[in-house]
């Protein structure tokens, strides 16, 4: 049997239509509007992109955005000085520092100089620490972790007592999407290139995080018959048939992997989509405990 698709496209775009709502009834009832300030560092194309898409759907949203780009050359001290007038913008609800940066630039300070009330990425320091802390929780989560535990739970999928399998363990998707379904009561297992048996180990699994960046990677005899798929992967394979030349793919073989798996996410469609919509609904909740409302 097929498995049932997670449309990722149509669970964000569900998201921002609620918070579309929220932003109105705030804006009207308080007279407050969501801020979200960007910082792009230097002209990586990839950078621009997302950056732009994160200030188009702030703005389908109601969202105020605060657009702030610096030269590649641009020193710590000025990046970290631009954080801190952000941090004292009391208009700006949320502050989002575009990965990667420059080489010469120390990437964790510029993360740990952002407001922890501000952090709508969630990669402050302190907050991924209270993320990894039993009975503590954290001012906001990261995005796409968070994005992915959303999708479980718009499609019913239980967590609590499943065997999870978390394929990857980077700061920005592993290791924190890991810590919030150990929070839900799953038992987890975080694999990576030295883990034995990798097939045996995902073959256990009745919820699969593939977040390890190799396309395809996962087959479909990895898989449990009837489990979540949930693929974070986003992976360039060249095709002469496409029109740019190349394609989109995942970290899990899509087409087989369907055949086995309970629930998939496609890619392009499913994770990615929902990165935005996280961040969106993280500054709207930034903007509401700001104005005492939470």
Not at 37 to 56: C, D, H, I, M
Not at 211 to 228: L, N, S, T
Not at 238 to 255: H, L, N, S
């Amino acid at each position: 049997m097929t498995a049932t698709l997670i449309d990722g496209k149509a669970t964000a775009a569900q998201i921002q239509e609620e918070i579309r709502a929220e932003v109105e009834r705030l804006k009207t009832e308080h007279g407050v509007v969501p801020g979200l300030a960007t910082v792009l560092v230097g002209e990586n194309p990839a950078s621009q992109f997302y950056v732009r898409s994160k200030r188009k759907r702030c703005s389908e949203v109601g969202i105020r955005s605060f657009g702030y780009e610096l030269p590649e050359s641009a020193s710590q001290e000025e990046v970290e000085g631009l954080v801190a007038e952000l941090n004292a913008n009391p208009e700006v609800h949320g502050i989002l520092v575009q990965l990667p940066l420059p080489k010469h630039l120390d990437e964790e300070r510029v993360l740990a100089a952002i407001s922890i009330e501000k952090d709508v990425d969630g990669f402050h320091p302190v907050n991924i620490g209270r993320l990894a802390m039993k009975g503590r929780e954290p001012m906001f989560v990261p995005c796409t972790p968070a994005g992915c535990i959303e999708l479980l739970d718009r499609y019913g999928i239980e967590i609590e007592g499943k065997e999870a399998v978390v394929l990857g363990r980077s700061n920005i998707v592993g290791l924190p999407v890991a810590m919030l379904l150990l929070h839900r009561n799953a038992t987890i297992t975080i694999c990576h290139s030295r883990t034995r048996d990798l097939a045996e180990v995902c073959r256990r699994a009745d919820i699969l995080i593939a977040a390890v960046g190799r396309p395809k990677m996962v087959k479909a005899d990895w898989i449990k018959p009837g489990a979540a798929v949930i693929d974070v992967g986003i992976n360039r394979v060249e095709d002469p048939t496409a029109k740019r030349g190349y394609r989109i793919v995942g970290d899990v073989d899509f087409e087989a992997a369907k055949e086995v798996a309970g629930y998939i996410t496609p890619v392009p469609g499913g994770v990615g989509p929902m990165t935005i919509a996280m961040l969106l609904k993280n500054t709207l909740t930034s903007a509401k405990r700001a104005a005492g409302l939470l």
